[in-house]
């Protein structure tokens, strides 16, 4: 476990290094208020210009990019808002927060058996954990710059960011014009609070950490309602399917394309 672990940190390590000149172009900013603190990085759309208004895009990262660097965020996700090409067909604000190390974005409890298989209860209401009250207090201190565009505000995630996705829809279900999940899930009886938001779903069916199953019930149980999602699954992918659907050439169009 530590070998594998020293390999992930190494490999983590390699990639952040390879994309840190490009990751600059993503500004450092902090939400702090009160109690409520929060690093996040913060692209702005290429000829940016204040009088205008632009869609801003929340994405949120799995456990692994958790801590305070305001860098590990970056890693999945970072580098598509990037491309020459999206910048000038999509330009947009793109935000990616970072949940410190000793919180979750969800309010989901997560255990862990004797031979490490892990269980998780997704909770149906309670008090948002301190990473998504401080999330909660960021995203409305944003969307309240004259900049901004009410209309097309989009927000998703990754694994534990998907978690958190799901709950940010059920908690700010007006809020949001699409949004999308890559390998969370959440308790199918919150669906119907943010069945109005369209959502496009992805998981590998090799996940060994988030089980497949979670998405799809979310999936079928929008689909008995008549509310628009799309549901993609990736038969040989293992838990990193954000690498599968962030290259789906129709994602950012598919995003893009809805407005409230």
């Excluded at 990262?61 to 305001?70: F, P, Q």
């Excluded at 927060?97 to 209401?125: H, M, Y």
């Excluded at 799809?216 to 954000?242: C, M, R």
Aim: charged share 20%; hydrophobic share 40%.
């Amino acid at each position: 476990m530590k070998l594998f672990r020293g390999i992930f940190l190494l490999l983590l390590l390699s990639a952040l290094t390879a994309h840190a000149q490009d990751f600059k172009k993503y500004d450092k900013g902090s939400y702090i208020n009160g109690e409520d603190s929060i690093f996040y990085r913060i692209l702005f759309p290429e000829h940016f210009n204040p009088q205008q208004k632009y869609p801003v895009v929340f994405v949120l990262h799995g456990a692994g990019e958790r801590g305070k660097d305001n860098e590990k965020q970056l890693l999945h996700g970072g580098p598509l808002f990037l491309k020459p090409e999206n910048r000038k067909q999509f330009p947009a604000i793109v935000i990616f927060p970072q949940c410190p190390a000793e919180s979750f974005w969800a309010n989901v409890q997560i255990k862990q058996d004797s031979t490490g298989k892990r269980g998780f209860s997704f909770l149906t209401g309670g008090k948002p954990t301190k990473a998504m009250h401080a999330l909660l207090g960021m995203i409305d201190n944003i969307l309240d710059k004259p900049y901004i565009d009410k209309h097309q505000v989009y927000v998703g995630g990754l694994s534990m960011g998907a978690m958190g996705t799901y709950e940010l829809l059920r908690r700010k279900p007006k809020t949001f014009a699409a949004s999308f999940a890559i390998c969370g899930g959440d308790n199918i009886t919150n669906v119907n609070k943010y069945k109005k938001v369209p959502l496009w779903i992805f998981h590998g069916g090799k996940d060994a950490i988030v089980p497949p199953a979670f998405s799809k019930e979310i999936a079928d149980q929008l689909k008995i309602i008549g509310k628009e999602v799309k549901y993609t699954f990736y038969p040989e992918a293992d838990h990193n399917s954000w690498d599968s659907a962030f290259a789906e050439p129709q994602f950012l169009s598919w995003l893009f394309v809805h407005k409230k």
